[in-house]
Structure formats: structure tokens, C-alpha cells
């Protein structure tokens, strides 16, 4: 009982300092602002990395073919070697669609040894926007739906602020216990990991992005040295941030991440598998296929988020008996104490899901189902399968490939 009462002591204090000293991650903030009145509005070529998404399109590629954007706007699909019909489907929807001239469907060519997927695609679509290119890409996935406003917005925040980078995490499906468990989780865990405000710090060194929307400046990206800087890169949302904010500019560039109820994914999230395989993918690639980082990783995820709870099951019968030792005491309340700052903490991030107070007490279980895929993607790539994702595999070890 001492032992779990300077544990439950020493998990209550690193959420004190989380509180009130990890620059408010917990924050839903900063959200993307309304977009200003501008004279001129700069071309912008918008890139989408298509594998296998002809059931997905019909809900999100008619949303970028209408944005309501007052400069000139040029959308290019790359078609990752699919084999359900992807470009097709592509066609047929610009075809129907108001302003579907927008489009040209790109199809890739063979990915070369050392690129993942899908910088393989952006890369081909960066290759395919000619010899007159937009000023400002815009990186959306296939499954990204934007509302009509949506770039208007982001290339204002970007001129507003003379950002290199602006990127937003698109809100994801939550439908069923376990996605309206985990999603939030995913993303405030994600926010742990990359608090948004010292992303958006220029002093800070934190830097990251969300792959689903990432506008930025064409010029800046090709000084720092381009797609092939990153092109093995796993998560190459954040790669593409550190690269910008490192390399963008002289002194560092300028990124900007936040929040946003206008661009959402329109891809199903409502069983564990599906959230369980994303997190797999690329889980171990986040620790730098390193165990030493996954044996520190598994211990912090039990002190930090599974000792309060530990604590108040094993002394709260003796509690509530009147028989608790001072040990016990101290254990009962620092588990309590602990367990409810940190569902307060996740609680701004149920909200912004829509999701009951309940949800926020299940943080708990939340990261010891984390902690299992991150061990679930330790032993993928020991088996030679890391980072298996749509049919490809990355990142097994040598003596597998």
C-alpha cells in the first residue's frame, strides 16, 4: 500500500504540472477564424492522394470541386494504383459537379524504393500542376470533406498571419462506444504529443500537422527541400511541419495548427478495428522503432493514466470500510484527485465531439487500449508487417524486406 500511495502521490503531481504547465493542450484551441475581405486571392492547386477510395469520393470530392474561393483554383486526383475504379469514379463526379473543370485526374507512377505511398502521390500531383504552378498547395485527403468557405478561411489565416504552414485536424466520425471513445482520445493524445500552441509558437521547436488539410507555400516547401526531404517518412504530416518550421525560411518558418468544424472526414470510425489499425500503422514509427522508448513508453502510460484509478479500486473498499491505513488514504485520494483532473482535462475534447460527461471519466480505459496498439505495433514490425497500410508494408526490419 505504500508503494501505490507514492505512486498514486507522484501520478496526482504530473497532472498538476500538466494543468497547469503543458501550455493548456487540452485546449480546444486555436480554431481557425472567419475569413477577411482581401483584394487579391492567390492560385492555389489542391493535391489528393487516392488509393482504393471510389466508395469515399462521392462524399467528400464534390465539396473541393465547389469551393466558393475567389482566386484560381486547380484540383488534381492522383490515382495510387487502385483497382476499384478510383479515377473513374473521380470523372464521373467532376462531371456532374458545378465547376468540375476543376479536376484532372492523375495517375501515378510506380512508387520508387525509399517513398511511402502517399508522399509518392502528393509528389506526382506537385509534378503534374505544370510549368505555371499555383503559389499555395493545398493537401487534402480523399476522405475530407470541406465546407464552401473552408479555403477561403485557411489561405486568409495564412496571409493573415504569414504562414508557411496552416493546417487543420479535420473532425473525425465518433458513432458507436468504442469511436466515441477512442477518436477524442486519439486526438487529445495527439494534442499531448504536439501541444497546438507551441506548434504555432515561432520560438517553440515543437512542431506538427494534420495530413487530412495542410495549405502551404509552394516556394517554401522547395527551399527547404521539397517532398524527396521527407519521402520515407511514415507520419508525413508531422515530418512536413518539423521540415517547414526547421528548414522553411532563415530563422524557421511559420506554422499554424487549430481546430475547425469545417472540414470533417467522411470515413466510417465506428468499430475498434478501425481505429485500432490506424494506430498500429504507425504507432512503433512515433517511438523510432526504438524498445527502450516503448518499455518507457508503456511505464509513463500505466503511471500517468492507470496508477490513479489502480489506486482508488485497491484502497477505496477500505475507505469506505473506515479501515484505511494513512497509506491508504493518501493512495484513495491521490487516485481520485488525479482521475478527476484528468477527465476534466479530456472533458473540453468529449465536448467537441458531442459526446456526455462519461466519456471523459473513460480516458483510463482509453489509454490502456492505446497503450495495447503501441505494443500491437511493436510486434507488426517485429513480424516484418510495420506500417501495413492499404496493401503496402513499411519500415519491417531489413532481414524481412
Known amino acids: 500500500m505504500t508503494v501505490l500511495a507514492w505512486g498514486g502521490v507522484a501520478a496526482l503531481l504530473i497532472w498538476i504540472g500538466l494543468w497547469r504547465w503543458h501550455t493548456g493542450f487540452w485546449r480546444i484551441a486555436p480554431v481557425l477564424p472567419e475569413a477577411h475581405r482581401a483584394d487579391v486571392w492567390p492560385a492555389v492547386d489542391v493535391i489528393i492522394p487516392a488509393r482504393n477510395e471510389a466508395d469515399i469520393l462521392p462524399s467528400s470530392l464534390p465539396t473541393i470541386l465547389r469551393q466558393e474561393y475567389a482566386g484560381a483554383l486547380r484540383v488534381f486526383l492522383v490515382d495510387d494504383h487502385s483497382d476499384d475504379g478510383t479515377a473513374d469514379v473521380a470523372a464521373r463526379l467532376a462531371a456532374k459537379c458545378e465547376h468540375g473543370d476543376r479536376l484532372t485526374v492523375v495517375c501515378a507512377a510506380d512508387r520508387p524504393q525509399g517513398w511511402t505511398g502517399k508522399l509518392w502521390a502528393l509528389w506526382q500531383g506537385m509534378q503534374a500542376c505544370g510549368h505555371s504552378p499555383a503559389p499555395l498547395l493545398l493537401f487534402t485527403d480523399a476522405d475530407i470533406a470541406h465546407a464552401p468557405s473552408s479555403l ?95 528548414r522553411g525560411r532563415p530563422g524557421g518558418g511559420r506554422i499554424w495548427l487549430g481546430f475547425t468544424r469545417e472540414v470533417v472526414s467522411t470515413r466510417p470510425c465506428g468499430d475498434l478495428g478501425t481505429v485500432w489499425r490506424m494506430v498500429v500503422r504507425t504507432a512503433f514509427v512515433q517511438l523510432r522503432h526504438s524498445w527502450l522508448l516503448l518499455g518507457g513508453t508503456v511505464g509513463a502510460m500505466l503511471l500517468v493514466f492507470l496508477w490513479g484509478p489502480l489506486c482508488l479500486v485497491l484502497a477505496g473498499p477500505k475507505l469506505l470500510l473506515y479501515r484505511a491505513t494513512p497509506a491508504g488514504l493518501t493512495a484513495g485520494a491521490c487516485g481520485l484527485a488525479s482521475w478527476l483532473l484528468m477527465a476534466r482535462t479530456f472533458r473540453p475534447m468529449t465536448r467537441w465531439y458531442d459526446q456526455p460527461w462519461g466519456i471523459a471519466l473513460l480516458l483510463p480505459l482509453a489509454a490502456a487500449v492505446y497503450t495495447l496498439m503501441t505494443i500491437h505495433s511493436a510486434l507488426c514490425y517485429l513480424r516484418g508487417a510495420g506500417g501495413a497500410w492499404k496493401g503496402r508494408t513499411y519500415g519491417a526490419p531489413a532481414h524481412h524486406r
Not at 204 to 229: D, M, N, T
Open 152 to 246: 477561403s478561411r485557411l489561405v486568409a489565416q495564412s496571409t493573415r498571419g504569414d504562414y508557411d504552414l496552416v493546417s487543420l485536424m479535420a473532425r473525425l466520425q465518433a458513432s458507436g462506444f468504442w469511436s466515441r471513445l477512442l477518436v477524442p482520445a486519439f486526438v487529445y493524445f495527439f494534442a499531448m504529443l504536439y501541444p497546438f500552441r507551441r506548434v504555432c509558437d515561432p520560438r517553440s521547436k515543437v512542431a506538427g500537422a494534420a495530413g487530412g488539410c495542410v495549405l502551404l507555400r509552394r516556394q517554401v516547401l522547395e527551399e527547404a527541400g521539397g517532398l524527396p526531404a521527407i519521402a520515407g517518412a511514415l507520419i508525413d504530416d508531422c515530418s512536413l511541419g518539423r521540415l517547414i518550421k526547421q
